[in-house]
């Protein structure tokens, strides 16, 4: 990096170097590509054949990307071990959230419907996982440092018309 000033080149400290790495990196512009894909189109799907038009279609699409989402945070754990997460309040109250519905699912009396939803709504396990997929990628893949848990509270709002309302 050169300064403004005596235009003398500065050294970058280690963080500064990975969080210059992350922001140029492929995998976060996936990352930022599929949630942007995700937000956009899962509210505008339909289909007119389908016993439920709305529902199943928008599921399909929400958890195929939310598939390739995991794929792409696996992939950026490993690329930068775990440097581009953060931890804050909100990431804890998504992790509880997922992990209350998993205890629940374990215990339910009837599994497939714990893991699945009902056909007509689709709101199990799955699907909020997919949610959960959703607002971490959209919180590990937008912005470095403190602007990210900012991001995944003004993210919240987008992911919660995709999880599974109709």
């Known amino acids: 990096m050169v300064t403004r000033r005596t235009g003398r080149r500065v050294r970058e400290t280690p963080a ?18 599929l949630v942007c894909a995700k937000v956009a189109l ?23 990307l939310a598939y390739v989402t995991a794929g792409i945070l696996i992939a950026m754990a490993i690329r930068f071990r775990g ?9 804890l109250v998504v992790l509880a959230f997922l ?34 997929f ?12 403190a602007k990210r848990s900012r991001s995944l509270r003004l993210s919240l709002p987008a992911h919660s018309s995709c999880w599974g309302t109709s």
């Open 83 to 91: 440097s581009f997460l953060t931890r804050s309040p909100l990431h």
């Open 42 to 64: 899962v509210p505008l799907l339909f289909d007119t054949a389908a016993d439920f038009p709305f529902v199943v279609v928008k599921a399909l699409f929400s958890h195929a």
């Open 99 to 132: 992990g209350v519905n998993a205890v629940a699912t374990i215990f339910a009396v009837d599994p497939l419907l714990a893991l699945f939803g009902t056909h007509g709504r689709m709101l199990g396990l799955g699907t909020i996982a997919d949610g959960v």
């Open 16 to 33: 500064q170097t990975a969080t210059s790495a992350l922001m140029r990196s492929k995998l976060r512009l996936v990352g930022v590509a």
């Open 134 to 145: 959703s607002t971490s990628a959209s919180s590990c893949s937008s912005a470095p440092g």
